[in-house]
């Protein structure tokens, strides 16, 4: 194995919560990244009309935890930049609409708790993040 997807397996990825049940908050999540524009500079915008900011949570589902697991395993050609973006695509992400405070608070770094609700209606699961760095910064202001 590649001495850089060893390090990354290390360094990142065993410090990446596996959210496994539902409705159960796991605390000491990071905001991995908070965006708000795209790569381009254009703001995200809903088809509405409002902007949003998408939060990545530096965690994922167990099924996804699994799934990076076997393409680590199986993929014997794999490249760090290729198990990065296949990491990315993994990790669980927050919808903050933009006429909310948190859309104007959250930055990346900030701390919280995640949990897993599921939307039977829909069949999805939804990532949800109470923000308490956010909270602490919005109590000291």
Known sequence: MDIRISDYINNVLSKIAILEDADVGYENIEIFDFRTHHESGKIFTHQNGDN???AL???VTKESANKISREIKK???LSISVLENFVEK???K???SGNTESYHNWKSGDIGIAYLT???EKE???PNFSNETAKERMNTN
Do not use: P
């Open 52 to 54: 949003y900011g998408i």
């Open 57 to 59: 949570l530096n965690a």
């Open 75 to 77: 993929n014997t050609n």
């Open 90 to 92: 993994h990790f669980l």
């Open 94 to 96: 927050c919808y903050v």
């Open 118 to 120: 599921f939307d039977d």
């Open 124 to 126: 999805v699961i939804i």
